[in-house]
């Protein structure tokens, strides 16, 4: 079964800082990966995604995130937080790529200071 | 940008009534899914919908729920016989096919608030 563990409810972070929202999973095959972004009374947007390559996959809105096997870690960043990426963030992880079959974490409420 | 859209945002109902919930997925996709959240937990996947039939179903996703497109734009989820751990936030979404054949990132709605009492 696979699973993703997102371990903090809220991250703060002042404008103009570097923003870190981790993600762990756990999967029995190749991991594929997802971010995902809820802004107030809208759906899930897809922000990036890591299937194979590069460890480091680039997404929309000035976010990317690291893939890491052996910490089994997805976090996503950015350098330099606005007051607008204020957000729910959702990460999740596939074992089948295209099945779109998702297993989500519960989601980190973002809050950016200005 | 083309939206999912969900209706109603908010249903309250009495343990034990059927209810529907309504999406609309974005016109040239052709695989749809609904997802759920309880307050507090994880988004789970109930079903995913390919060719006018269930692709994959979880354990969640029992005799009372069932899902069907009825017109060609229109995606919905039935839940038979409500009881109150039903009650949760519910989200429909789509996905279009990829000329790699695979089916790839969700369009999400903004989802139902189901309130079963």
């Known amino acids: 079964a696979q699973s993703v563990a997102q371990p903090e409810d809220q991250v703060n972070v002042a404008e103009g800082n570097p923003l870190t929202v981790k993600c762990t999973y756990s999967?029995?095959?190749?991991?594929?990966l997802f971010w995902y972004v809820q802004y107030p009374n809208r759906g899930l947007q897809f922000l990036l995604k890591y299937i194979t390559g590069d460890n480091l996959v680039k997404g929309s809105y000035g976010f990317e995130a690291e893939f890491n096997k052996s910490q089994t870690s997805f976090h996503l960043k950015k350098p330099s937080a606005l007051v607008s990426d204020s957000a729910l963030y959702f990460c999740?992880?596939?074992?089948?790529?295209?099945?779109?079959?998702?297993?989500f974490g519960k989601g980190n409420q973002v809050v950016v200071i200005p | 940008e083309p939206e999912v859209t969900q209706t109603p945002s908010h249903q309250v109902t009495q343990m034990g009534q059927e209810v529907i919930l309504r999406c609309v997925p974005i016109s040239n996709h052709l695989y749809f899914y609904w997802y759920r959240q309880i307050l507090g937990q994880k988004v789970e996947f109930l079903v995913s919908f390919y060719n006018n039939e269930i692709s994959e179903k979880s354990e969640i996703f029992d005799d009372q729920f069932s899902v069907e497109r009825p017109d060609g734009s229109n995606f919905t989820l039935k839940i038979r016989s409500t009881k109150l751990e039903d009650s949760a936030m519910y989200f429909c979404?789509?996905?279009?096919?990829?000329?790699?054949?695979?089916?790839?990132?969700?369009?999400f709605g903004s989802g139902t608030q189901l309130s079963v009492l």
């Open positions: 979404a789509s996905s279009e096919m990829s000329p790699t054949g695979k089916d790839e990132k969700l369009f």
């Open positions: 999967v029995s095959g190749n991991p594929y």
């Open positions: 999740a992880v596939s074992d089948h790529y295209g099945n779109n079959r998702l297993a």
